[in-house]
């Protein structure tokens, strides 16, 4: 009796999940769309109808959510004016993206499949032409979820940053398509694909052509994995930057691999801020295919923003960001190392030059004494555009182990570590 009563119960709540469709009007949609959600914030499919561009005029923060779906079938607009936006970010009330979930369980963000509809347009050409920086807004914080997914999605022109999932906890993201690809001579600023916060996540398949970090591992993040995927334009596969303003980092586990790399400036990177401390340990590439790119593998503990002023003084300047058991494995491609100006370039120099790079290099590792171990670069295969010799920097007296080339400010010369 009890094992059937408990059958009934579970097909009750099954047939409990009911869809509903966010209304549109010719204004702001945005209250409606807030409204249907907080009514419905569980069991539920919440419906943008395929057929209708849906006009989202101001930013919204989701209720906690359970067993919900967001799904995206009809297509989204930011506002096309810029001003408009910048009220609202700069606000007191502006909940950090344009679109903010503040937490929930069993969560999906699901766009279409169909190549016309489900696109979000943020219109993010003209703040890339008037290079427009100010109260910039994120685009989607899928913030403190448990069991979510994030998966079809297509994000057209997006102003800045991309997809976030701070403090969540096992959440897989795929199949998803961000366009931040500019028509004209502009730059889309700090258009991040994925920043990555949070436990157990796994990003897969997803095509990224953008003016930043295709993928960024965050503070706090532990399990990540990255893979099948494609990056083109933007600033490659980063840890970090970590240890802003003396803060503790905390990186342990993330796997990246099976990704192409097309004219980034760099494949793999590790960026830790001058004077940081933490750890970030056990992280790998595998398997990476690089074209047109400068900097296939760059390590540095010297990281800076230009935005706030020249590159710093780091003469007898400690670094307490330790870096262990990091691996680069079965690199394949060709560096660019005919003369260029990325366009994200606003210094002179520009804030991503090395000094006395020749443009060769395969691999920088721009490390402090006592603060590395177990650096490996392995299966290392690279040619130049213009067929002049790999080279690599290393300065000796930062490493203890073999790290699979000869650590020199010179030719590439693999090692026993690097066969």
């Given at each position: 009796m009890l094992s059937g009563l408990l059958?009934?119960?579970?097909?009750?709540?099954?047939?409990?999940?009911?869809?509903?469709?966010?209304?549109?009007?010719?204004?702001?949609?945005?209250?409606?769309?807030?409204?249907?959600?907080?009514?419905?914030?569980s069991n539920a499919t919440i419906l943008f109808d395929k057929g209708k561009t849906y006009n989202i005029f101001t930013a919204i923060k989701f209720p906690v959510l359970t067993n919900v779906e967001i799904r995206i079938e009809g297509n989204l607009t930011y506002p096309t004016n810029i001003s408009q936006i910048q009220a609202v970010v700069g606000g007191s009330g502006f909940p950090g993206a344009w679109f903010t979930f503040s937490g929930g369980n069993n969560v999906t963000l699901r766009g279409s499949t169909d190549p016309k509809w489900g696109w979000v347009d943020g219109h993010g050409q003209a703040w890339w032409d008037?290079?427009?920086?100010?109260?910039?807004?994120?685009?989607?914080a899928f913030s403190h979820i448990t069991n979510g997914v994030?998966?079809?999605?297509?994000?057209?022109?997006?102003?800045?940053?991309?997809?976030?999932?701070?403090?969540?906890?096992?959440?897989?993201?795929?199949?998803?398509?961000?366009?931040?690809?500019?028509?004209?001579?502009?730059?889309?600023?700090?258009?991040?694909?994925?920043?990555?916060?949070?436990?157990?996540?796994?990003?897969e398949n997803n095509h990224i052509v953008n003016g930043d970090d295709c993928l960024t591992v965050g503070n706090g993040a532990h399990n990540i994995t990255w893979r099948n995927s494609y990056c083109e334009g933007g600033h490659g596969l980063s840890i970090g930057s970590l240890g802003s303003g003396g803060s503790v980092a905390d990186v342990t586990n993330v796997f990246i691999e099976k990704t192409t790399m097309k004219s980034t400036l760099y494949g793999a990177r590790f960026k830790s801020w001058t004077g940081g401390n933490g750890l970030a340990r056990n992280v790998t590439w595998k398997d990476i295919t690089f074209i047109d790119v400068p900097f296939p593998i760059y390590v540095t503990q010297n990281y800076w923003d230009q935005g706030v002023g020249p590159r710093p003084n780091n003469t007898n300047t400690l670094n307490n960001t330790h870096i262990q058991d990091f691996l680069f494995q079965n690199f394949v491609g060709v560096i660019r190392d005919k003369p260029y100006v990325e366009g994200s370039c606003v210094s002179d120099p520009c804030w991503y030059a090395v000094a006395n790079a020749t443009g060769r290099e395969v691999a920088i590792l721009d490390l402090y004494p006592g603060t590395a171990s177990n650096v490996v670069a392995k299966d290392i295969?690279?040619?130049?555009?213009t067929l002049r010799p790999v080279a690599v920097m290393c300065n000796s007296t930062t490493v203890t182990n073999d790290v699979g080339f000869k650590c020199w400010d010179g030719a590439f010369i693999r090692t026993k570590a690097g066969l």
């Open positions: 059958l009934l119960q579970a097909a009750a709540i099954a047939f409990a999940w009911d869809t509903f469709v966010v209304p549109h009007t010719l204004g702001d949609d945005t209250p409606g769309l807030l409204a249907l959600v907080t009514n419905h914030s008037a290079v427009q920086q100010v109260n910039r807004p994120h685009g989607w994030i998966r079809d999605m297509k994000i057209w022109k997006p102003v800045a940053w991309n997809f976030a999932t701070s403090g969540s906890v096992n959440v897989r993201a795929f199949n998803n398509l961000i366009m931040a690809v500019s028509d004209t001579s502009s730059f889309p600023f700090n258009t991040d694909g994925f920043s990555a916060g949070g436990t157990n996540l796994l990003f295969f690279a040619t130049t555009e």
